[in-house]
């Protein structure tokens, strides 16, 4: 049943049903109560105890099919609606139809990218609402349901493996494996015996028959982290897994068929490794059939905050004091600082402050010295890194000595100088390596 709203009413009433449903299933416009049409639609119970005199019903029809209708109606004898009503209303009816469309589709993103967040609950990369950001949740949501393969770029640190875990979990394989492995921490002789598995005696050590990823994966989801790390010698025998499903263990003649999802990912150019020969050009073009990036977090910078404030509460309850939350300069350095190692550098930044902090706030100085520089520190144009951060840590312990010095050698006073706790004037000079300089009373 469909609802309107009378003028003047606060009310909503119902419109019948067979108006609705010739619009819908005939996909025609309804005119009546006029001279020129006939009054069998008002004459119907429900319109005749609505005193309903005249009605116009359009539909809203896009490629999809009807949307929805248009719906006016009067109950005064005189002012029945005419031809003329009609084609303004399906002029109006055109140019809304699209926009329903697209708000529909926006709504529904919406709706996909909450059910998506709250899917992965516990998982940090799918929060928050820059727009980089929702165009990857709604990329995930929608290769999710399907078979192919997909490769996802990215730096390091952004979170490409838990894009990988959100495809799988909600794809129809979510109560299959996901096995993930990353190439680069396999030793370059037994990253075939990883993938593929062996028999026993096989090689020197294999005491046992042992399944591959590849295998352990059958009906799952094989994640493969920096492919580009995978010698070439392994890409073919990936190549023909991709190609055929099937495989033999090593040591073994025996085809094992499979059937796996796999989904790839690299920090490297793949496209550059592949035409300098470092990468088969043919695993690429099998591996990038979707190909999707997770962008680095200070492409997104709105999101940092909310990521850390997530991060905050991950941690919470694994300090034994009460934290409130960040101060609003800690918030600031955090939204500053560049992260070269993305959500994970950030992940690891607010840990360390949950852990080294004092107060109930997370302060400036809880956070690790390259972010809390960044709200007070740039690096003049051209300056190398290192240096420009040797010259901070210098003009540092120069503070840090000042400030001792003008106290008499009392640390409480010297902190209170500072603008810090003196727990964190304890930690900066264990940092800045002046314990052994440092004399007075503590």
């Not at 990369?125 to 727009?131: A, F, N, T």
């Not at 979990?169 to 370059?188: D, G, K, M, Q, Y």
């Not at 951060?389 to 540092?396: G, I, L, N, P, R």
């Amino acid at each position: 049943m469909f609802y309107k709203w009378r003028k003047g009413g606060e009310e909503p009433f119902a419109i019948p049903a067979t108006i609705v449903g010739r619009v819908f299933d005939e996909r025609i416009s309804i005119l009546s109560g006029d001279a020129a049409h006939p009054e069998r639609v008002l004459q119907s119970a429900s319109m005749s105890a609505a005193q309903i005199q005249s009605l116009i019903a359009v539909p809203l029809i896009t490629g999809e099919g009807v949307l929805g209708l248009l719906y006016l109606d009067t109950r005064d004898p005189l002012g029945k609606f005419g031809e003329g009503d009609l084609q303004l209303l399906t002029g109006i009816a055109g140019i809304a139809a699209p926009v329903v469309r697209n708000a529909l589709d926006i709504s529904s993103l919406q709706l996909e990218q909450r059910r998506l967040q709250a899917e992965l609950g516990a998982q940090h990369s799918v929060i928050g609402d820059s727009p980089r950001m929702v165009h990857v949740c709604a990329l995930i949501v929608k290769v999710a349901p399907g078979t192919s393969t997909i490769l996802i770029r990215g730096e390091t640190g952004t979170g490409k493996e838990v894009a990988a875990r959100a495809i799988h979990r909600l794809s129809p394989r979510a109560t299959r494996p996901f096995i993930a492995i990353n190439c680069a921490a396999i030793p370059e002789n037994l990253i075939e015996s990883e993938l593929l598995g062996h028999e026993k005696g096989a090689f020197t050590g294999a005491g046992e028959r042992k399944k591959g990823k590849i295998e352990e994966a059958d009906g799952g989801t094989l994640f493969l982290d920096e492919i580009g790390e995978m010698p070439l010698a392994a890409q073919a025998k990936l190549l023909r897994v991709i190609q055929e499903r099937e495989f033999e263990r090593v040591g073994s003649t025996r085809t094992i068929k499979v059937d796996i999802r796999l989904i790839a990912a690299s920090n490297r150019d793949l496209e550059d490794a592949a035409r300098r020969g470092a990468f088969r050009e043919d695993l690429f073009y099998r591996l990038n059939v979707i190909s999707m990036t997770m962008p680095p977090l200070r492409e997104r910078r709105e999101d940092i905050v909310p990521l850390a404030r997530h991060f905050l509460e991950r941690n919470r309850a694994k300090s034994a004091r009460r934290i409130a939350g960040f101060s609003t300069q800690a918030e600031g350095c955090l939204s500053r600082y560049h992260w070269p190692g993305n959500v994970r550098e950030l992940e690891n930044a607010v840990e360390r402050a949950v852990v080294l902090g004092s107060t109930p706030q997370i302060l400036p100085e809880d956070l690790p010295d390259a972010v809390a520089e960044a709200a007070v520190f740039a690096p003049p144009q051209g300056a190398l890194v290192g240096e420009f951060h040797a010259e901070v840590k210098e003009a540092k312990r120069q503070l840090v000595r000042q400030a001792i010095e003008q106290a008499g050698g009392n640390y409480a006073e010297a902190a209170r100088r500072l603008g810090m706790h003196p727990n964190n004037l304890h930690r900066l000079i264990r940092e800045l390596g002046l314990r052994q300089e440092m004399k007075g009373p503590a």
